[in-house]
């Protein structure tokens, strides 16, 4: 355990040195909730709505943060680590490889914590933001879409060969999910074809599901974004982990 906890220190430590995640994980969510709040304030989304914007955005923008570090920070590190070869060199030593991956995928879960608590104090304070749902249900939801959204990350480190193919996948995946599921503004703003599009994307899953327990619904009103969501966890999972066991970490 102690080594392991060294291993969490070094791997937070660089996390905080990438510009990169620590940005995009604690800063940017921050700064669309105050640049579409400045824009929009906590107003309710159309004339006569029970829900106002920042109720709805705060939720939205907690998906945008664990869609930086599933999608983005953690991938491209366990790609980066495998093509400079790391691992092979912590196999040699007593910590291991599988040590090295799981304090990546701990330190990547406990900074995307603290960005979606940053998020939520924030709304709160600048926007009275309601958060209306069960605790529970809440941290259930969160750490289905985590689930969801790391394993896919795991997956496209997996199937890229390097860090070129592995940041392309991410980016395509990323940036696409990102404005196209309601993550960055609501989903009821988009004409009928890009909703389409965004039925498509586990993200939006993820935003529904989110949205829905933030305003108090009950797990069993998503049941089919849970079933979604736990469908792309377990296929991603058990794919990546296939890959990796094929791969050439010499």
Known sequence: MKA?????????????????????TLVFPLLMLVLFGGIFGNMPIYEGAAMNMMDVSVPAYTVMVIGVTGLMSLPLTLSGYQEKKIYKRFDASPAGKRNVMLAQV?????????????????GRLFYDIQIKGDFIAICVCLFISITSLFSMGFLFSAIGQDSKTTTLLCYLCYFIMLFLSGATMPDMMFPDAIKRISDLLPMSYAVDLMQGVFAGDTLVMHQRELIILGIVAFVCITIGAAIYKRKDWT
């Open 4 to 24: 392991f906890a060294m291993l969490c220190k070094v791997e937070t430590r660089l996390f905080i040195r990438d510009f990169f995640s620590c940005f995009f």
């Open 106 to 122: 701990v330190i990547n879960l406990i900074m995307t914590l603290i960005g979606i608590a940053i998020l939520l104090i924030a």
